[in-house]
């Protein structure tokens, strides 16, 4: 009896290692699994828009905030003395353009030279009138010298008021050119006056724009991570004062072997676990394959061409959307490692 021990115990190890082999062999057959996985997510850097001295920071690391929430303030004061001087040269092109409620200066300029240009056509008017009546007395002033009926004088009378009447004609028509144009040169000011206001509009508006980038907010809810700011510290503009790390959009990077990707399929169902929560087992779903390989995507991507070739069974990042509601007790955090069973429906 005591001989047939070792068969006993070699028969036992043989049958449970036939059924541990033929139970994975049928689960390999429809699931494609892979512990090269990890929790992955955006990052979300808050940087500075502009050159200025932090004069609070209003958060620590690991401090969980809302969307919205301040958390670091910049010094403002010189925007502020901008957002004045462009407020008083609005003022000031308001001032020569006018408002809707009020005249400006140039609009005033424009209603006395177009009453000048009246003045002007009246006086032509009254020119004409004299020079042809100039015209009419020198023609029969002649008539009448001709048949000397009138004296010499007279004829030399009539033909210098004639002369008289046509250079007032003249005067006035060029007083009534020049201050048409005057018009003219007063409503192209306007014009001017009013892009004037356009850019003093725009102008004031940059600065409060720029006068609320000093305040830096938090754009979605989530936690303060990397703090790398203290008040009293320069920043320059587009620098990373901290991270911000959203508490939603989260999913699974999983990196499959080319061998086995012909078999997964948008839609899959996805079990898997985090190794720092043990068992626990949680839901996803294939989003999307990757159109490329993992090593595509390296700093230094191999080249074949080389001639020092080694054939590697290369990885391919499939992206696995997390099914929620998920557990608060069992929070998934960016780059945690994770084991994936991908459901095949092929």
Request: glycine share 10%.
């Given at each position: 009896m005591a001989n047939r021990t070792p068969i006993i115990v070699l028969g036992i190890v043989v049958l449970g290692a036939g059924y541990w082999g033929g139970k994975t062999w049928l689960y390999s057959r429809d699931h494609v699994v892979t512990d090269n996985a990890q929790v992955d997510g955006p990052m979300m850097p808050a940087a500075a828009k502009l050159q200025a001295y932090a004069t609070d920071?209003?958060?620590?690391?690991?401090?969980?905030?809302?969307?919205?929430?301040?958390l670091v303030v910049l010094d403002g004061r010189d925007l502020d003395a901008k957002i004045a001087q462009a407020k008083a040269d609005?003022?000031?092109?308001?001032?020569?353009?006018?408002?809707?409620?009020?005249?400006?200066?140039l609009a005033a300029q424009i209603d006395v030279a177009k009453a000048t240009a009246a003045g002007a056509q009246s006086a032509v008017v009254s020119a004409e009138a004299a020079f042809k009546k100039a015209g009419a007395d020198l023609e029969r002033i002649r008539g009448l010298a001709a048949k000397q009926i009138v004296a010499a004088q007279q004829l030399d009378a009539a033909q210098a008021a004639f002369d008289v009447a046509r250079a007032a004609l003249e005067t006035a028509k060029r007083q009534q050119a020049a201050t048409e144009a005057q018009v003219g040169a007063s409503e192209a000011a306007l014009t001017g006056a009013d892009a004037r206001v356009a850019a003093a509009r725009a102008a004031v508006q940059t600065a409060e724009v720029q006068r609320s980038w000093t305040a830096i907010t938090a754009p979605v809810a989530g936690v303060v991570s990397r703090r790398m700011i203290d008040p009293g510290v320069m920043v320059q503009p587009g620098q990373v004062l901290m991270m911000l790390v959203p508490d939603d959009f989260v999913w699974i990077t999983a990196n499959v072997k080319e061998t086995r990707l012909g078999r997964i399929t948008v839609g899959d169902t996805v079990e898997f676990t985090v190794d720092g929560y043990g068992a626990q087992k949680f839901m996803g779903t294939v989003q999307s394959l990757s159109p490329a390989t993992g090593a595509k995507f390296a700093l230094l991507p191999?080249?074949?061409?080389?001639?020092?070739?080694?054939?590697?069974?290369?990885?391919?990042?499939?992206?696995?959307?997390?099914?929620r509601p998920i557990d608060p007790k069992f929070p998934l955090r960016r780059g945690m490692s994770v084991e994936v069973s991908i459901r095949t429906s092929r």
């Open positions: 920071v209003r958060v620590v690391d690991n401090q969980h905030v809302k969307a919205g929430d301040t609005l003022a000031s092109a308001l001032a020569m353009a006018g408002s809707g409620s009020h005249a400006g200066q191999p080249d074949n061409a080389t001639g020092n070739y080694t054939k590697v069974v290369q990885n391919v990042p499939v992206h696995i959307d997390v099914v």
